[in-house]
């Protein structure tokens, strides 16, 4: 795997969107502004495109999902992918709904800067057994010897 350097080229004052849930909106737009950035959260396909273009990064949490805010993140990722834009995905709850670990898969193709997960979640995403229920990991997913072995495969 390749070190990244400054995988994200944010300086102060730059606009972060945020597609996230609404029990994790206010801390996460405090972390933010903390950085010295500005963040804006939109997930209404009516209006996505227009806070994506003008941000520096893209963050998807799927935290809380429905249809309408499926819909607004591919259009966010696409935009992002096409702009070079620095992209984090939030893989909450795919060890338990099929509908979000095939989100997840498919925003893979849009190459996000950082796929985040515990461990449970990013061990369902590549196919391994676990152990996480809801959004929450499990002890018993703390081995990464065979995790490490795929994501090597991966990359």
């Known amino acids: 795997m390749q070190a990244l350097t400054n995988p994200f080229p944010i300086g102060s004052s730059s606009l972060i969107h945020c597609m996230t849930n609404e029990i994790s909106c206010e801390m996460l737009a405090n972390g933010i502004l903390a950085l010295g950035c500005k963040p804006v959260m939109a997930d209404d396909p009516r209006e996505v495109l227009d806070f994506t273009k003008q941000s520096q990064a893209l963050f998807i949490n799927l935290g809380h999902l429905s249809?309408?805010?499926e819909k607004a993140i591919r259009m966010a990722a696409s935009y992002a992918n096409q702009s070079s834009l620095p992209m984090v995905v939030d893989a909450v709850g795919v060890t338990t709904s099929s509908i979000r670990k095939s989100l997840v898969k498919d925003l893979l193709d849009y190459r996000p800067t950082?796929?985040?997960?515990n461990m449970s979640e990013i061990r369902s995403l590549v196919g391994l057994?676990?152990?996480g229920v809801g959004v929450d990991a499990s002890?018993?997913?703390q081995e990464t010897e065979d995790l490490l072995q795929v994501l090597k495969d991966w990359f």
């Open 67 to 69: 249809a309408e805010k």
């Open 139 to 141: 002890a018993k997913d």
């Open 114 to 117: 950082v796929l985040k997960g």
């Open 129 to 131: 057994k676990h152990h």
